[in-house]
């Protein structure tokens, strides 16, 4: 079993940074991708951003590439979400998601998910 927690949302005036944090615990994940997700009222969750565990690939949505960057540090079984000059539609719980094998984009493919933690980007 595979507990994810995040932590590290809040408000934030437009064009501030966050930093958001998923602590894994469980088991090992050297052949796990982790994904961050984000849901926002009245949508569907979607693609942030993924990284693999074991030799850092990562993958970002069109929408945060260039000001969020995914990184993951080992020994502590922690991932990160450096998010920089945010907007107001980057409001949203973001999610932290873990699954097996090769990286992918659907948060139907992710097996394990966090509680979630909010993020919200004022104008």
């Known amino acids: 079993q595979v507990q994810l927690v995040e932590s590290g949302g809040g408000l934030v005036q437009a064009g501030g940074s966050l930093r958001l944090s998923c602590a894994a615990s469980?088991?090992?994940?050297?052949?796990?991708?982790m994904g961050w997700f984000r849901q926002a009222p009245g949508k569907e969750r979607e693609f942030v951003a993924t990284?693999?565990?074991?030799?850092?690939?990562?993958d970002y949505a069109d929408s945060v590439k260039g000001r969020f960057t995914i990184s993951r540090e080992n020994a502590k079984k922690t991932v990160f979400l450096q998010m920089n000059s945010l907007k107001p539609e980057d409001t949203a719980v973001y999610y932290c998601?873990?699954?097996?094998?090769?990286?992918?984009?659907?948060?139907?493919?992710?097996?394990?998910w966090g509680q979630g933690t909010q993020v919200t980007v004022s104008s």
């Open positions: 998601a873990a699954k097996l094998g090769y990286s992918g984009r659907g948060p139907y493919e992710y097996t394990y």
């Open positions: 469980g088991r090992t994940f050297s052949s796990y991708v």
């Open positions: 990284i693999s565990w074991t030799d850092g690939i990562t």
